[in-house]
């Protein structure tokens, strides 16, 4: 860890740090009080909070290679496929997953191995 950090970088650490600490909070209450009104607003903020600590680790530790670029592209291909497949035909279940794992992991497991697509050299 960086010893020497501007005062604004630690005040950014201690701001994201305090609002997990407020979520973290706020999913509790909302827990106790079964307040689903409560539950869905700490859901929101979770999630903006995991996207920007997924930006913050994506700028700091440069993670956008090609291959997870494809990776990406793939997974969301998969996901989109799942929720269509499964809601807009009546395929079972075991051809729909099957459709998803190919298309999520066979491919571009395949696109790597035989395009050598992402590597140095």
Same mark, same amino acid.
């Given at each position: 860890?960086?010893?020497?950090?501007?005062?604004?970088?630690?005040?950014?650490?201690? *701001?994201?740090?305090? +609002?997990?600490?407020? #979520?973290?909070?706020?999913?509790?209450?909302?827990? *106790?009080?079964?307040?689903?009104?409560?539950?869905?607003? #700490? *859901?929101?903020?979770?999630?903006?909070?995991?996207?920007?600590?997924?930006?913050?680790?994506?700028?700091?530790?440069?993670?956008?290679? +090609?291959?997870?670029?494809?990776?990406?592209?793939? #997974?969301?291909? +998969?996901?989109?496929?799942?929720?269509?497949?499964? *809601?807009?035909?009546?395929?079972?279940?075991?051809?729909?997953?099957?459709?998803?794992?190919?298309?999520?992991?066979? #491919?571009?497991?395949?696109?790597?191995?035989?395009?050598?697509?992402?590597?140095?050299?």
């Amino acid at each position: 860890m960086k010893q020497d950090r501007s005062v604004t970088d630690k005040m950014k650490i201690t *701001a994201i740090g305090l +609002a997990y600490l407020l #979520v973290g909070g706020g999913f509790f209450i909302s827990l *106790a009080t079964d307040s689903i009104q409560l539950f869905t607003a #700490v *859901a929101v903020g979770i999630l903006g909070l995991l996207i920007i600590s997924l930006v913050i680790i994506i700028r700091r530790e440069g993670l956008v290679t +090609a291959e997870n670029k494809v990776i990406g592209v793939f #997974v969301l291909l +998969a996901m989109g496929l799942l929720f269509g497949l499964s *809601a807009l035909t009546t395929l079972s279940s075991e051809i729909v997953f099957g459709i998803v794992f190919i298309v999520g992991i066979i #491919v571009p497991h395949l696109l790597f191995q035989y395009t050598h697509y992402g590597t140095i050299g």
